[in-house]
């Protein structure tokens, strides 16, 4: 898997948009931007992942830049539960198939307030 | 998070004593992903299995650790004469291809 880098903590203010930064030059052609979090003592959430199109669910949204060298995941009205660890990812997409997930050091949220 | 349950959820040891992990995965699932993560660190995968059948190992420390998945009941991590570098919680994940639907994980301490 290739090889992201994320900002080691950040904080946003509770009611606003919490932009989590991503960078991932060395992605190849085939590998997805995957993000997971990780609220403290629990298991690990998968939360959203796209290729190159910019992606939105009930949690958060995807914007991945046109050369997809980076992302930023969005949540747009940040609240206390969302405190946790944030992991970028990359890796090939695994639809039809399995395969473990690598998770780099992440960036630890914190929603003050 | 929810389906995929582990027990127990706290468990303390003394070193050289062995420490056995179990995980159920989510109902009809049939694959079950085993991770560690340290105190102050990030996870790092250890093994994967299917029913009976170990696929990927390739996390697993080459000594004391072992895991199995049988055709009936849960999967099993087993650490034998346990260490205090033990201590860590250690997260069960079930799912297939993008899914992962991670376990509350067990927190293993060992005096």
């Known amino acids: 898997d290739a090889k992201t880098t994320q900002p080691t903590s950040m904080d946003c203010a509770e009611g606003r948009a919490a932009n989590l930064p991503c960078n991932h030059s060395t992605i190849s052609g085939n590998e997805y931007v995957y993000w997971y979090r990780q609220i403290h003592s629990q298991g690990p959430q998968y939360i959203i992942h796209?290729?190159?199109n910019n992606e939105t669910n009930e949690m958060a949204s995807l914007i991945i830049t046109e050369d997809r060298k980076s992302s930023t995941l969005i949540l747009p009205h940040a609240t206390l539960r969302d405190t946790a660890v944030y992991y970028c990812?990359?890796?090939?997409?695994?639809?039809?198939?399995?395969?473990?997930?690598?998770f780099g050091p992440g960036t630890s949220l914190s929603v003050i307030p | 998070n929810a389906g995929v349950m582990q027990n127990p959820r706290h468990l303390v040891r003394r070193r050289g004593q062995e420490a056995r992990l179990r995980c159920s995965p989510m109902?009809?699932?049939?694959?079950v992903y085993w991770y560690r993560q340290l105190p102050e660190e990030g996870l790092k995968f250890m093994v994967y299995?299917?029913?009976?059948?170990?696929?990927?190992e390739s996390g697993m420390p080459k000594e004391r650790f072992s895991a199995e998945f049988p055709k009936e009941g849960p999967s099993i991590l087993r650490i034998q004469q346990v260490v205090r570098g033990d201590s860590a919680a250690y997260f069960c994940?079930?799912?297939?291809?993008?899914?992962?639907?991670f376990g509350p994980g067990t927190r293993l301490t060992v005096l």
């Open positions: 990812i990359v890796r090939v997409d695994v639809k039809t198939s399995y395969d473990k997930v690598i």
């Open positions: 299995l299917q029913k009976e059948n170990i696929i990927d």
């Open positions: 994940a079930s799912g297939w291809g993008n899914e992962q639907f």
């Open positions: 796209g290729l190159k």
């Open positions: 109902k009809g699932h049939s694959h």
